[in-house]
């Protein structure tokens, strides 16, 4: 395979465009989850840990690492489980236009 080839197959070739690609897919998975009664915790605190966590689970080198996912069944009294965050308000992350 010419080696231009090769690289088009990377993942790490993937551009701009796609960013929102591989969130709208991690996302479906934890929808898909939360249908089966399953809770889920993303954790790009992975990332830096490519190199092992590919060796432990046989993942190809050109591959790249984007976030890790735990899953499981939730334990909803658990004392890590009762913290409920603040949510920042929709008007400081979204900016309509158009729409007046
Ligand atoms: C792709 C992705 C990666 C994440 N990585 C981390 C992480 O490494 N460490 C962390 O504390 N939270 C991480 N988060 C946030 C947590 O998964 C979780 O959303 C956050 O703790 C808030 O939980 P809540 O939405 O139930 O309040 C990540 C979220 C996403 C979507």
């Known amino acids: 395979m010419p080696k231009d080839q090769a690289l088009d197959s990377r993942d790490y070739n993937l551009g701009q465009g796609n960013w929102a ?29 490519q190199e092992a966590v590919f060796r ?26 009762t913290l409920v965050s603040d949510r920042e308000d929709i008007a400081n992350v979204v900016k309509y236009s158009g729409f007046d």
């Open 21 to 49: 690609d591989v969130g709208m897919y991690i996302q479906t998975i934890m929808l898909a989850a939360r249908g089966l009664g399953l809770e889920t915790c993303p954790q790009a605190a992975w990332v830096p840990y």
């Open 56 to 81: 432990q689970l046989g993942v190809p080198a050109d591959q790249i690492l984007v976030t890790g996912m735990s899953i499981g069944y939730p334990k909803h009294n658990a004392i890590e489980n």
